[in-house]
């Protein structure tokens, strides 16, 4: 055996007496020093890591969040969405020139005002595939700008949905807690003196629209949910669910729901765009709102008044102006409003429909029901409104008024600066076919035996080639139930819970994952522990799946501080839950617990 080299360090001696005992053992054994030559080891190349389908698809106009809601991924859209110059990234979404496509592999989320494209330039079209979920945060919303289109086509099975953060969270979702979405198009309306240059300031943000292109394309929004959104722009406004501000007639609206909006569910600034299949719900001003021109379209609509909470149906206008062109007329069709009970917050009666500011409208097939404490169903109101419903500008022909106050008629009124009068009743019951009386509705559906079924107006198509031939009163013909599916809130389905609960391959954030014991839990399908343990100081959702149980580990699990840094624990339906030894969950002051279960 040989030793190369003798190590005068005693702290060594014991290693290397136990190093010469092995020698016995059998073999020479070489210590080294460091002072020999020695060839030197080429490094490894580092590998690169591999980027996810989605970083691929959507890095290059949207940011990865944190978090996930059921069971995805979160991508943030901020800012102005833009052509780009770079190759195709589209698999199931992503971006090609200037197609964004939004695919429904991840969830997505609005901060602040996200815009598609500029003014007329720079122009995008924001695809939306079906089953998409676009969550807003307390000062976000969506526009498409001039030139741009968004293509927002879900199904009755797989609608796309617009929700607010808290709603994805598993939290509930009430009105105002986003913004909503916002169209605006280069179609005529009554605010600017020279439609060949036109420069209509958008309400909130001063977007510009407006124009002379009466069949100007926005794009398409088919089986859509807007909910809880209509966040406060000051004091006295608040967003509307879905603005069409100077929206063109090439653009296709239909099968949309609005749900619980703090202003306005669809209000239309001029333009020529029809809608069709329509619910909204529970919005706290006015459900369908027009003003500035609106010479579009609109049938098959169903409009649910919120108790002591909301304003009206429809508020019609076209411009204080009596003179402005173009005048609003819009064709309507085969409409059901319910009136809800009790006052506003402003203090009014809840109303169905009130035409005024000099609009016109050529109206079919309407029904208005009313409640023992609702307010007036049918208004006209100031002098040029008047004289259009003296000089046919303004028809109800073949509708239905179920009300305890039916009508409210415009008077002379000199502090208000009104000279003409108007019995609404008389104009009303003078045109063909007008009835006051029961309804005879199961919900919102006419029975077999309702007035609703054999008054409506014929060949409405022949009249208008916009509108379909539909031969009953309002949204319903008694048997075809054409919001079930994909609306939320009016069915005894609202809880969204799948009834199959997903396999989960991973743990939210916010917990710790590791596989679990076979053999050690009762439910064998059981695989996937997510621990939860210390101080929760993000809003944190436990997902709900086939093969996950939750740890609460560590003693206690509080979420929040206390007064502090406040959090929101969601806890989805169908979460199973257990505790170590000496283990509990604590929810501090100024946090939440966010825990439902389906009934």
Known sequence: MELKNIFKLTALSTALAATLGLAGCGGDINISTGTETTTPTTPTTPTTPTESDQELSYSGFATKSTTTVDGKEVWVLKGTLAPSTAASTISTGGQDGDLIVLGDDVVWQLDGAVVAGGDNENSVELSILPGTKILGGSDSYLVISRGSKIMAEGTAAEPIVFTSVEAGLGEEGEAGQWGGLVLLGNAPVNTCPDLTNCDASFEVGSYSYGGDDTEDNSGSIKYVRVEFGGFKINDTQEMNGISFAGVGAGTEVDHVQVHLNNDDGLEFWGGNVSVSNIVLTENFDDSLDWTNGWQGSAQHVYIRLADNGSNRGIEADSNSDANATPMSQPALANITIEVANGTNSGGDDAEGILFRKGTGAYAYNMLVKGDVDSGECLEVNDDATVNNANTAALTMQNSLVDCV????????????????????????TGQDGNLVGASDLDGYMPNSSSVALTGGKADLSNLDARLDDAEYI???????????????????????????????????????????????????????????????LSNTTLLAGQNVMYKLDGGAVLVGEDKGTSATLAIQAGVKMFATSNSYLAVSRGSKIMATRQC
């Not at 609960?501 to 997510?530: F, H, N, Q, R």
Request: net charge negative.
């Open 405 to 428: 106050e039916p009508f409210k008629d415009a008077k002379v009124d000199a502090e208000a600066g009104t000279t003409l009068a108007l019995d609404v009743e008389a104009w009303y």
């Open 474 to 536: 309002g949204a319903f013909d008694g048997t075809n139930d054409w919001t079930t599916g994909w609306t939320t809130a009016i069915h005894d389905d609202v809880d969204t819970t799948p009834a199959e609960l997903p396999v989960m391959t991973s743990c939210p954030v916010g917990t710790t994952a590791s596989d679990a014991v076979a053999g050690l839990y009762k439910d064998s399908s059981v695989t996937l522990i997510c621990t939860l343990e210390g101080n929760v």
